[in-house]
């Protein structure tokens, strides 16, 4: 089945097989997997907060809404806790959602539109080089995909059904990130364009969406208001009202649109440009009448009816919209847009610029120079991952948190840590990152006391660090990674959000330790024993 991928290359009238399509996905998603999982010492740090997360179900966390450790949790309960468990969950759900999207560019347009365009997404920068990044904006990614198939079909055959299932995206979106509402904004102006209200179940079904939505949200509204909005503060304090408004958060704004269009799918652009260079010259060298123009593919799909919206419209708003929005919020509001917001909308955004170009016959510009170009372009790919790691070329490595030497760490630690506490280590207390690290390089696998604040950690019960002891991490950076909140409203917002972190009681006879040059940007790494308390019951296995 995999031949016949290839051989549509070589045929302008050959349609992509489904399952074609399915199995490359599985093979590229399988050897860059591999390329991360043999080159990182550590899972990124969402990962492993993802990883800590896991330990407790609930209707929320501190920082996010919880479909995504839900995700996880049946994994890590078959599997256990392992980094490779965040990767393929991570790299999976990211496929599927390109070739769940794969099927909707096919339905609009052809395999081989469909197709091309799956190649252009996997060069954008954050698809392939953090395929094993698993976070909430992988979550996104998917229900956004998901909301923009119901969404098309739903104007396309004016179906209750369809209205329904939006809904449930919408809302199973909305417990993934609350980014979501950017794309709700876009469907309403895709309903103003489509004039919905002229349709009664266009009507009646985005009110329907609207209700189901909120219905599937409400557990965690419910959760938020139970805990005084925390996540909703980390929200504002880290990037809503982090930045900076005036005419420094315009040209940041604008900075960052421009890498996102022009940086993040920078090496996209450059695989279609050479293929439209190459369809150009063939057509040159052929008769008139040997070009094969995109109407000659055969009918893929005989259910397919007029949508009231063309693709290329639904596309760039489902896409775009979301874009402008951020980058509006960043002109007006002072938001800090960070470099990864815009993994839900570039797939999407793309194939909608591609048909900003109605004379060029994509389906024939799908040929076998495109697919070396892609696969040159992966290949430097791997190389800058490979060489860029601890397992690369002294002078290439970088300070990464990737290659950071958690186990090092774990190793120099754990004789003097398990003595002075008299067996296993329960608790490590730290910022999520490199305790984190340090839990996932132990066997025992201790639970993370994310700086000592136990509202942020309801997976440690309030009496565990009196009976059983701890370990209190702290690494010394070559750079501070911390930022100071640019306005008092963030700032406030970060107070707020913080409350409940207890002062730390630090014994002068406590037992001390550090280790040095571990990498990643990490010049040393600290720790300090907390003794049991005397008096405790004794401490259980976890």
Same mark, same amino acid.
């Given at each position: 089945?995999?031949?016949?991928?290839?051989?549509? $290359?070589?045929?302008?009238?050959?349609?992509? %097989?489904?399952?074609?399509?399915?199995?490359?996905?599985? *093979?590229?998603?399988?050897?860059?997997?591999?390329?991360?999982?043999?080159?990182?010492?550590?899972?990124?740090?969402?990962?492993?907060?993802?990883?800590?997360? @896991?330990?407790? =179900?609930?209707?929320?966390?501190?920082?996010?809404?919880?479909?995504?450790?839900? !995700?996880? &949790?049946?994994?890590?309960?078959?599997? +256990?806790?392992?980094?490779?468990?965040?990767?393929?969950?991570?790299?999976?759900?990211?496929?599927?959602?390109?070739?769940?999207?794969?099927?909707?560019?096919?339905?609009?347009?052809?395999?081989?539109?469909?197709?091309?365009?799956?190649?252009?997404?996997?060069?954008?920068?954050?698809?392939?080089?953090?395929?094993?990044?698993?976070?909430?904006?992988?979550?996104?990614?998917?229900?956004?995909?998901?909301?923009?198939?119901?969404?098309?079909?739903?104007?396309?055959?004016?179906?209750?059904?369809?209205?329904? !299932?939006?809904?449930?995206?919408?809302?199973?979106?909305?417990?993934?990130?609350?980014?979501?509402?950017?794309?709700?904004?876009?469907?309403?102006?895709? &309903?103003?364009?489509?004039?919905?209200?002229?349709?009664?179940?266009?009507?009646?079904?985005?009110?329907?969406?609207? $209700?189901?939505?909120?219905?599937?949200?409400?557990?965690?509204?419910? &959760?938020?208001?139970?805990?005084?909005?925390?996540?909703?503060?980390?929200?504002?304090?880290?990037?809503?009202?982090?930045?900076?408004?005036?005419?420094?958060?315009?040209?940041?704004?604008?900075?960052?649109?421009?890498?996102?269009?022009?940086?993040?799918?920078?090496?996209?652009?450059?695989?279609?440009?050479?293929?439209?260079?190459?369809?150009?010259?063939? $057509?040159?060298?052929?008769?008139?009448?040997?070009?094969?123009?995109? *109407?000659?593919?055969?009918?893929?799909?005989?259910?397919?009816?007029?949508?009231?919206?063309?693709?290329?419209?639904? !596309?760039?708003?489902?896409?775009?919209?979301?874009?402008? =929005?951020?980058?509006?919020?960043?002109?007006?509001?002072?938001?800090?847009?960070?470099?990864?917001?815009?993994?839900?909308?570039?797939?999407?955004?793309?194939?909608?610029?591609?048909?900003?170009?109605?004379?060029?016959? &994509?389906?024939?510009?799908?040929?076998?120079?495109?697919?070396?170009?892609?696969?040159?372009?992966?290949? $430097?790919?791997?190389?800058?991952?490979?060489?860029?790691?601890?397992?690369?070329?002294?002078?290439?490595?970088?300070?990464?948190?990737?290659?950071?030497?958690?186990?090092?760490?774990?190793?120099?630690?754990?004789?003097?840590?398990?003595?002075?506490?008299?067996?296993?280590?329960?608790?490590?207390?730290?910022?999520?990152?490199?305790?984190?690290?340090?839990? !996932?390089?132990?066997?025992?696998?201790?639970?993370?006391?994310?700086?000592?604040?136990?509202?942020?950690? %309801?997976? @440690?019960?309030?009496?565990? @660090? *009196?009976?059983?002891?701890?370990?209190?991490?702290?690494?010394?950076?070559?750079?501070?990674?911390?930022?100071?909140? *640019?306005?008092?409203?963030?700032?406030?917002?970060?107070?707020?959000?913080?409350?409940?972190?207890?002062?730390?009681?630090?014994?002068?006879?406590?037992?001390? +330790?550090?280790?040095?040059?571990?990498?990643?940007?990490?010049?040393?790494?600290?720790?300090?024993?907390?003794? %049991?308390?005397?008096?405790?019951?004794?401490?259980?296995?976890?």
């Amino acid at each position: 089945m995999q031949l016949s991928f290839f051989r549509a $290359l070589d045929d302008a009238r050959a349609s992509v %097989p489904a399952r074609a399509a399915g199995l490359f996905l599985l *093979a590229f998603g399988a050897l860059w997997l591999l390329v991360h999982g043999g080159s990182v010492l550590v899972p990124p740090m969402d990962n492993l907060e993802q990883l800590i997360w @896991v330990r407790k =179900l609930d209707w929320g966390y501190y920082k996010h809404p919880p479909l995504t450790t839900v !995700l996880l &949790w049946p994994l890590v309960q078959l599997f +256990g806790l392992h980094g490779w468990v965040t990767y393929v969950l991570g790299g999976g759900l990211t496929l599927a959602s390109l070739g769940w999207l794969w099927w909707l560019l096919r339905r609009m347009q052809d395999s081989r539109f469909a197709t091309l365009a799956l190649l252009a997404m996997l060069c954008i920068t954050f698809v392939a080089g953090r395929l094993h990044f698993y976070n909430h904006n992988i979550t996104l990614l998917l229900f956004t995909v998901a909301s923009a198939v119901f969404a098309w079909l739903a104007f396309e055959q004016q179906r209750w059904r369809w209205w329904l !299932l939006l809904g449930c995206s919408l809302g199973l979106g909305a417990l993934a990130k609350y980014q979501i509402g950017l794309s709700v904004v876009a469907l309403l102006v895709l &309903w103003l364009l489509a004039r919905g209200w002229q349709s009664p179940v266009h009507r009646g079904g985005l009110v329907l969406a609207g $209700l189901v939505s909120m219905a599937v949200f409400a557990p965690h509204a419910w &959760w938020q208001l139970q805990q005084g909005g925390g996540a909703l503060g980390y929200a504002l304090s880290t990037s809503v009202e982090a930045g900076e408004a005036g005419v420094s958060g315009a040209l940041g704004s604008l900075q960052w649109l421009a890498d996102q269009l022009l940086g993040r799918a920078m090496l996209s652009g450059l695989l279609l440009g050479l293929g439209v260079w190459f369809w150009r010259r063939r $057509l040159r060298r052929q008769p008139p009448e040997a070009a094969i123009p995109n *109407a000659n593919l055969r009918q893929e799909d005989g259910g397919k009816q007029r949508a009231p919206l063309s693709a290329r419209i639904f !596309l760039l708003v489902w896409g775009g919209v979301p874009l402008l =929005l951020m980058t509006l919020m960043g002109m007006l509001m002072g938001s800090e847009l960070q470099r990864h917001w815009g993994v839900a909308y570039l797939p999407i955004l793309l194939p909608g610029l591609m048909l900003l170009a109605p004379r060029v016959d &994509w389906a024939g510009v799908l040929s076998r120079p495109v697919w070396r170009t892609f696969l040159v372009l992966q290949l $430097l790919l791997v190389a800058q991952v490979v060489l860029t790691s601890a397992h690369g070329l002294p002078k290439w490595r970088n300070k990464s948190w990737r290659n950071f030497d958690a186990a090092r760490v774990a190793a120099a630690m754990t004789p003097q840590v398990q003595q002075a506490l008299g067996g296993p280590v329960r608790v490590i207390i730290g910022d999520s990152k490199e305790a984190g690290a340090v839990a !996932l390089a132990l066997r025992e696998r201790p639970l993370v006391l994310l700086n000592n604040n136990y509202r942020w950690s %309801p997976w @440690v019960p309030e009496d565990l @660090v *009196a009976r059983c002891g701890a370990v209190v991490l702290r690494a010394d950076y070559l750079v501070a990674p911390t930022k100071e909140p *640019a306005t008092e409203a963030a700032r406030e917002a970060a107070r707020v959000w913080a409350q409940g972190a207890r002062p730390l009681v630090i014994p002068q006879d406590a037992v001390t +330790g550090h280790v040095e040059n571990l990498g990643g940007g990490i010049t040393a790494m600290h720790w300090v024993v907390l003794p %049991p308390e005397s008096g405790q019951p004794a401490c259980s296995a976890l």
